[in-house]
């Protein structure tokens, strides 16, 4: 007994120092036990990670409003322009040659002769020329004599066009649509019904149509309204010669005559027509102061 006591007291520093041992080491293998865990490695949060840093600012896809071209308005343009020429016909000549080679027409031509010598000789024409060569037309023009009065005016009808073409587009639609209904079967009545229905869109799709392609010519085309005037030569003999005013005064008067006998001869023609009514009435009014003539008598 006493034998195995001492065993006991040699063995214990021993024993101590191997628990202490594995005591220290039994966290470590822990920890590694645990580091290596896949559940625990899920459960762990998750390291901090700096936040991706902001890309430089890029400059913006929107176009600012000065950059948006702007829809070029439709404009119908007039222009009115008088001249005073040295020669009417050199100057329509002229003018012809410089319409043709603006890729233009006369529309109308009017020559005024002039009625006595106080008044000139006129002309008035109407051009129309592609809008892009109004302004050169017109400086050319200006060539061919003294201006007396330029002036241009312009009318604005975009808005008008974007209406039209915007009621014309629903229009065709609706005539697709009432095409696909008529395919359908229906009753006879249906049918004309939709028929008659057809016929007044596609008489407003005409009308419309035209309307449009004539404010479209009328945008495309300028109008140029000419008027050109003769000058008064200052070397042309005087209008008042003494000789000339006799003659007209001879037969302003000639004519006077004329016209006088001509009535005269008109109400003796009058008065032989009614002479049946006058000898009527004259022989009325005798007989009735004759009747009483006779009454007097026989009273007295």
Known sequence: MNNYYRRIRFLWPFLSILTLTSCASAPSSISGELASSPQLQEVA????????????????????????PQKQPQLIKRAELTLVVQSLDETLSSVTVLVQRQQGDILRF???????????????LELRVPQAKLESTLDALTQLGTVENRLITAEDVSDQLVDTQARL??????????????ERSGSVGEVLQVANELSNIRESI???????????NQVA????????EVA????SPSQSNFGLQVGET????????????????????????????FL?????VYGYRRWRKNINKDVS
Do not use: C
């Open 45 to 68: 949060p998750p390291k901090a990670v700096a936040p991706p840093a902001a890309p430089p600012p890029q400059p913006s896809s929107q176009p600012s409003p000065d950059s948006i």
């Open 110 to 124: 009017a020559d005024y002769q002039p009625q006595s010598g106080s008044s000139r000789h006129t002309a008035n």
């Open 169 to 182: 587009r629903n229009l065709r639609k609706s005539e697709e649509m009432i095409l696909k209904i008529m």
């Open 206 to 216: 005409e009308r419309l149509d035209a309307q449009l392609r004539n404010l479209q």
């Open 221 to 228: 085309y300028s109008t140029i309204t000419l008027n050109l």
């Open 232 to 235: 008064v030569s200052a070397s």
């Open 250 to 277: 001879w037969g302003q008067a000639t004519h006077a005559v004329t016209e006088l006998t001509f009535g005269l001869f008109g109400v003796v023609v009058w008065l032989l027509a009614f002479s049946p009514y």
């Open 280 to 284: 009527l009435v004259g022989g009325a």
